[in-house]
């Protein structure tokens, strides 16, 4: 297992050492570290002051105020965190489902295979918005109500990589050697497959991260996301289309947030795949090694 | 052909019954259930009884799936909760709309994702490419409200040169004003999907490059001109028209935040209104439309891709 950490630290330096992942994930750090330490920075994104409503960025509030008076930039600092916990929270619920249901289908691979595959289908038989949006329409509006739809939204990206991975390996020597050892279906599942798959799921949970962002951000631009008080960069969208002409930079600086977030975990992802698909060729030799 | 028809009709039936059923039964896991969404959550228990038995929520579910299967199958959703009008017909006139703009989106998409893709294929790793490439990223990643925001800016507050707000005026009425009407919300998502169009073109342009019946072709003097535009494009454009038809699918209801940028009356508007109002059923009108159309293009689609290509046989 620390085999397979210690690779994926090697691959996050080479990643590095290219110039577009490299500014991806400068930006994704400073979008990070800022969500963390909200609470340290002189920021307020409730206190309101009607007097000083949507004024133009300046030196006191650098991306300008809203219609409350709020300070932009505290709201968006605020709403990275919105934005961080929906989406880890989707990866979590996403990967916790969609992984072992992968594992399971890939491994057997008999009538096991066809029900969880069609389940999974059935997940597929709507967009991804239309499919919260309809959760979020039984569930009620609330924050764990966008986290858990575009939590579901994600399972068929880690069933369909996992159970595709899955059967790729069942076969190989290293898989055939732990079961005639009496290493049983549990144990080669979880304990023999799954460390030799980690790569292409990192990829699939960064793909899911910035889907689960964009999804969040739509849901509240939507007005069914995340309830307000509550900053999120969609819901300061949504109010900040209504003041296109009073205060264009209103909606504009929190999308331009959204959408650098967005493009870096693109580029951080895409460079990934295109890393593991380059040491293609090298894999067996590094997976037999990182079971251990 | 027919015969292949049918049968993927048939095998669509057992989806179809698994999600009619979740959106028929969806209502039950609303607190208070079905009833409490019609009277409202403090209705005297009186009330709340007079009701199930007037509209006979007092039969067993199954029951009720039946009654209500067969109503919607004739096309019957019932009446919206906040309007008082047939479900049907709220959705009947929506359909229209957003099937024009589909359209629309799908004519900008092509007309950009086409030449980007050709244009990057033929010299792969090049400047060009490189640069084109760059520009389906930012096509892909860029959120779509966020670029329909940028372009009322642009072209409504500061141009001052199309509406803001987009209304729905068929184009056969009154082409110039449908697409003036159209034009900034179908460019919003046709750009989304020129990044999809272009790197799934691009990808597939640069594999068919590599067959072998390229090589012959070159080895045999055909000029190069002639490989691109025949040879290589013909085959690379048989597996695009699958993922045109998917986009098209997914723009019966995925289009809904593009709507809400322009306030443009289509059917994913209509069922964000309906959920905002909490009126079920017109949601369960809207995506139960919303999935059969769908599944209808996704068959159709399926169906142009084996009569365009003759190598795909029916089974």
């Not at chain 1, 066809?114 to 997940?123: F, H, N």
């Not at chain 1, 996992?162 to 190989?172: E, G, H, K, N, S």
């Not at chain 2, 009322?152 to 729905?168: G, K, M, T």
């Amino acid at each position: 297992m620390s085999e397979a950490l210690r690779s994926l630290g090697k691959l996050l330096r080479r990643l590095a050492g290219r110039r577009g992942p490299a500014l991806g994930l400068a930006f994704l750090a400073l979008v990070a570290s800022a969500a963390t330490f909200a609470g340290v920075l002189p920021l307020d994104p409730l206190a309101q002051s009607i007097a000083d409503s949507l004024k133009p960025p300046s030196a006191e509030s650098w991306f300008g105020t809203d219609e409350l008076g709020r300070d932009i930039l505290a709201r968006v600092v605020y709403g990275a965190r919105t934005s961080l916990v929906t989406a880890c929270g989707a990866v979590l619920i996403a990967g916790l489902i969609g992984i072992p249901v992968g594992l399971v289908a890939g491994f057997y691979g008999d009538w096991r295979d066809s029900l969880l595959m069609r389940c999974v289908d059935v997940l597929l038989a709507l967009p991804n918005v239309l499919f919260a949006m309809t959760l979020i329409a039984v569930l009620g509006r609330s924050q764990a109500a966008a986290l858990i739809a575009v939590g579901v939204a994600g399972i068929p990206g880690f069933a369909r990589i996992a159970r595709a991975q899955v059967m790729a390996l069942r076969q190989l020597d290293f898989v055939t050697a732990v079961r005639s050892f009496g290493g049983g279906p549990g144990y080669l599942m979880f304990r023999t497959i799954l460390p030799n798959i980690l790569s292409p799921l990192v990829v699939q949970a960064i793909v899911l991260a910035s889907i689960a962002i964009l999804l969040e951000a739509a849901l509240a631009f939507l007005g069914v996301g995340v309830p307000p008080p509550t900053p999120s960069w969609g819901e300061m969208l949504r109010t900040g289309k209504s003041y296109l002409y009073e205060a264009p930079t209103y909606a504009v600086l929190p999308g331009l947030v959204l959408t650098l977030t967005i493009l870096s975990l693109d580029t951080i992802g895409r460079a990934l795949t295109a890393l593991l698909d380059h040491d293609e060729a090298g894999m067996p030799a590094e997976a037999a090694g990182g079971r251990r | 052909m027919t015969a292949y028809a049918l049968r993927r009709l048939a095998q669509m039936l057992p989806v179809l019954l698994i999600a009619s059923f979740a959106i028929f039964a969806m209502v039950y896991a609303v607190p208070g259930g079905p009833v409490a969404v019609i009277v409202g959550e403090n209705a005297s228990p009186e009330e709340i009884a007079e009701v199930s038995r007037r509209l006979g929520f007092d039969r067993p579910m199954l029951v009720q799936y039946v009654d209500w299967l067969g109503r919607a199958a004739t096309g019957d959703f019932g009446l919206s909760l906040h309007s008082r009008q047939p479900v049907a017909h709220l959705i009947g006139e929506r359909l229209p709309a957003t099937l024009q703009l589909a359209l629309c989106a799908i004519l900008i998409a092509l007309a950009i994702g086409i030449p980007v893709a050709v244009a990057s294929a033929v010299r792969p790793r090049s400047w060009l490419d490189r640069v084109l490439s760059g520009w389906s990223a930012l096509a892909l990643g860029v959120p779509t409200f966020w670029l329909g925001i940028l372009l009322i800016l642009l072209f409504a507050v500061e141009l001052r040169l199309l509406p803001s707000a987009s209304r729905y005026v068929p184009l056969w009425a009154a082409p110039l004003e449908a697409l003036r009407s159209l034009a900034l919300p179908a460019l919003t998502l046709g750009v989304y999907v020129s990044g999809v169009l272009g790197r799934f073109l691009r990808a597939s342009l640069i594999g068919e490059a590599r067959a072998d019946y390229v090589r012959t072709a070159r080895a045999k003097g055909v000029p190069e001109r002639r490989i691109v535009g025949l040879h290589i494009m013909r085959n690379a454009l048989l597996p695009f028209v699958t993922i045109v038809g998917l986009m098209m699918a997914n723009f019966i209801g995925g289009a809904v935040v593009t709507e809400a940028v322009f306030t443009y009356p289509g059917l994913g508007r209509l069922l964000i209104q309906a959920i905002t109002t909490r009126d079920y059923p017109l949601i369960q009108g809207c995506i139960l439309v919303i999935l059969i159309a769908y599944m209808l293009i996704n068959l159709a689609v399926d169906m142009l891709y084996a009569w365009i290509d003759p190598r795909i046989e029916y089974r």
